[in-house]
Nanobody, 126 residues
């Protein structure tokens, strides 16, 4: 099973930027990955997803045009570049992984993923 560790969260002013990283180990070959976030009292929602190949990506409407998801398979690491942050982006951010035999497949439902990181807090001050 894939083990995931997120990093890069923190406190940032509105309009600022952060880059999250998700380091994967153990069985990372052929894994589709995704970023989710969960604010207090709310459900865990998809932020973005990326195929194993990196050739397909998905973004939630709320972050489209501001966030960029990418991955470096040689480093077993996925990234989330977050720009133009606002208070609604405040949440715990989780990365997730799903083994797949389809190199261009993406998954966006939390129940699709079997491996999760511990989460990293992102707080945007207004």
């Amino acid at each position: 099973q894939v083990q995931l560790v997120e990093s890069g969260g923190g406190l940032v002013q509105a309009g600022g930027s952060l880059r999250l990283s998700c380091a994967a180990s153990g069985g990372t070959f052929n894994t589709a990955m995704g970023w989710f976030r969960q604010a207090p009292g709310k459900e865990r929602d998809i932020v973005g997803a990326i195929s194993w190949s990196g050739g397909n990506t998905y973004y939630a409407d709320s972050v489209k045009g501001r966030f960029i998801i990418s991955r470096d398979n040689a480093k077993n690491t996925m990234y989330l570049q977050m720009n133009s942050l606002n208070s609604e982006d405040t949440a715990v951010y989780y990365c997730a992984a799903k083994p797949t035999g389809r190199m261009n497949a993406i998954y966006i439902r939390p129940q699709d993923f079997g491996s999760w990181g511990q989460g990293t807090q992102v707080t945007v001050s207004s």
